[in-house]
């Protein structure tokens, strides 16, 4: 996310276990939730909600609490790792360009047949 101004989260590529999927774990220097949207309440490991990111590079876009409010859906397993599995929002930002996952998701099924 270009809000955030640094990485969330890293993967490790060179690991004999690979993440099937995950976006890795945390960074340093930051902190995250999944949060249930209906509740605002943060969610157990394996279930799925809005991530909110917290940093000291994060200024925009954040709440009272300095929750940055991500608009993806993802979830923690239990050993810490992050998977991001949807958007609460159906328009992707990407290099300026406001991009609608249907369209994104309609382009892939063509090259892949």
């Not at 270009?2 to 976006?23: C, H, K, L, Q």
């Not at 902190?31 to 909110?52: S, Y």
């Not at 991500?70 to 992050?82: A, M, N, P, S």
């Amino acid at each position: 996310m270009t809000e955030t101004g640094r990485p969330i989260s890293f993967g490790n590529v060179r690991t004999d276990t690979p993440y099937s999927g995950s976006a890795g774990v945390l960074a340093p220097g930051v902190e995250a939730q999944i949060v249930n949207l209906g509740t605002m309440k943060p969610l157990p490991p394996l279930r799925r909600g809005e991530i909110w990111g917290i940093s000291t590079t994060t200024m925009e876009t954040i709440d009272e609490q300095g929750w940055l409010h991500t608009g993806d859906i993802g979830y923690f397993d239990d050993k810490g790792r992050l998977y991001v599995v949807d958007r609460i929002k159906e328009l992707i930002k990407c290099k300026g360009f406001q991009v609608a996952p249907a369209e994104l998701e309609e382009l892939l099924l063509l090259i892949l047949r």
